[in-house]
């Protein structure tokens, strides 16, 4: 039986009970993260765990349990028997429960917070062979940069691209590319590596930030500019980078093919760096 944890405690998630009026069902008052076990350690967990921090801050909800998040994860794990296997684990921290009002509860009631683990098998092919995304306008609202629970154009936007036939949807705003519904974009003109710059429309991704300087160690050039959408006949390479896509080259972009249609060069290389770094930290 699957063992989550819940507000402080670690119970089957058959037992799980979440008021109707908890404030994350009610407005999606709440921010969630995800890491990635790589049987034997989480990969970079202390900069999901500052985001975590900052996007309690940013929507004041004060949960002091958050530095916990390290141990809850490591204990699903356990419980579960995960730990000689590639894992994710995913955490949900609300406002808690109080009767409807757009107002924060006043005295400040006891947050919610849900935890849960499950193995996890990358796609494999997507991340040799490259995928298909769509391009969209962002529809989204402008504090992109905080890890919300609040995800409906993110999910709306992923179902037309999954109907489509494609992997993903690749946002603009105002002429210029921002990101994908769950994953940060990069792109590859003339040897320069492009991507959005850290500001409210994009989430800054726990990969992009090593990608950046797995990239800046490989001596790449760097410009953290958005790409303009009609740029991107100048564009040879482009992937996406999450947590559980690392590196997934895209081969099409908004129906326009990249160079020839084929995970590039600078792609593998980056690709191939992050996985020695795996390696090296898997011992």
């Keep these: 039986m699957e063992t989550t944890y819940f507000n402080g405690k670690y119970i089957p998630k058959d037992e799980v009970r979440i008021s109707p009026d908890d404030r994350g069902f009610l407005f999606a008052d ?42 809850i994860a490591g204990k699903l794990l356990n419980f579960n028997k995960l730990e000689d296997q590639p894992a994710m684990v995913y955490l949900q921290v609300t406002r808690g429960q109080a009767r409807r009002s757009h107002s924060f ?8 917070s849900y935890a849960y683990s499950w193995g996890f098998s990358p796609d494999i092919t997507s991340i040799e062979t ?23 154009p993110n999910t709306m936007s992923f179902q037309e691209a999954c109907e489509n ?18 994953s940060n974009i990069f792109f590859v003109s003339n040897g320069t590596l492009f991507t959005h710059p850290e500001s409210n429309h994009i989430l ?16 790449i050039k760097i410009r953290e500019e958005a790409m303009q ?53 898997k011992g």
């Design 105 to 112: 509860p006043s005295p400040e009631v006891p947050i919610t």
């Design 204 to 219: 800054s991704g726990v990969t992009r930030k090593n990608i950046l300087r797995i990239a800046q160690e490989c001596g």
């Design 130 to 152: 490259g995928i298909k995304v769509m391009l969209k306008e962002d529809i989204r609202w402008s504090r992109c940069d905080i890890k919300s629970v609040s995800l409906l």
């Design 165 to 182: 036939g494609l992997k993903e949807c690749i946002f603009v705003r105002n002429g210029n590319i921002t990101e994908g519904s769950h």
């Design 30 to 71: 709440g921010v969630y993260e995800v890491i990635r076990w790589y049987d034997g350690f989480f990969y970079d967990i202390n900069s999901h765990l500052t985001r975590l921090k900052r996007s309690l801050r940013e929507l004041r909800i004060n949960w002091p349990e958050a530095d916990s998040f390290p141990t």
């Design 229 to 281: 959408e009609n740029r991107i006949r100048f564009v040879q390479e482009a992937f996406i980078t999450n947590t559980s896509a690392e590196v997934t080259p895209v081969i099409e972009l908004g129906g326009n093919t990249l160079g020839d249609g084929v995970p590039g060069p600078v792609t593998k290389i980056i690709r191939k760096e992050f996985y020695d770094e795996i390696k090296v930290l």
